[in-house]
């Protein structure tokens, strides 16, 4: 296996990224707005890897796959459906498994850098 450099933005937390519009399934007016960049790594499961930001707002997570992220910028609150809430702001590193749903409120433009694995596929 050879080492690979991964060509995100060269400064995460000051790269000017790609609109991405708003989120699927907003809870609050106006929507919250989606900016990033992301890449597919040439792996199984192919894992995506990118920079994300959301500006201030609620939305539902409909995100499938498991994720990593590391908070460059911002804060939020996630709530995942049955949980208790939980913070995040800058610095922090979470794993949200696979088909982790609820809400998110973010009260501060967020940014992060994160990872998507894909679910493994039975057989």
């Not at 296996?1 to 000017?16: C, R």
């Not at 907003?26 to 894992?47: H, T």
């Not at 996630?78 to 794993?95: A, E, H, I, N, R």
Request: aromatic fraction near 8%.
């Amino acid at each position: 296996m050879t080492i690979q450099k991964l060509e995100l933005p060269s400064t995460a937390a000051t790269s000017v990224l790609e609109d991405w519009g708003p989120v699927g399934l907003p809870l609050s007016e106006p929507a919250c707005q989606l900016r990033g960049v992301k890449m597919v790594l040439p792996m199984a499961n192919q894992p995506e890897v990118g920079v994300w930001e959301c500006s201030s707002g609620r939305y539902r997570r409909q995100v499938r796959s498991s994720e990593t992220m590391h908070v460059i910028s911002g804060e939020a609150v996630f709530t995942p459906d049955g949980g208790s809430p939980v913070s995040l702001k800058p610095g922090d590193v979470y794993f949200f498994p696979a088909e982790t749903m609820g809400t998110w409120e973010i009260q501060a433009t967020m940014r992060k850098v994160y990872v998507l694995f894909q679910p493994v596929q039975p057989g």
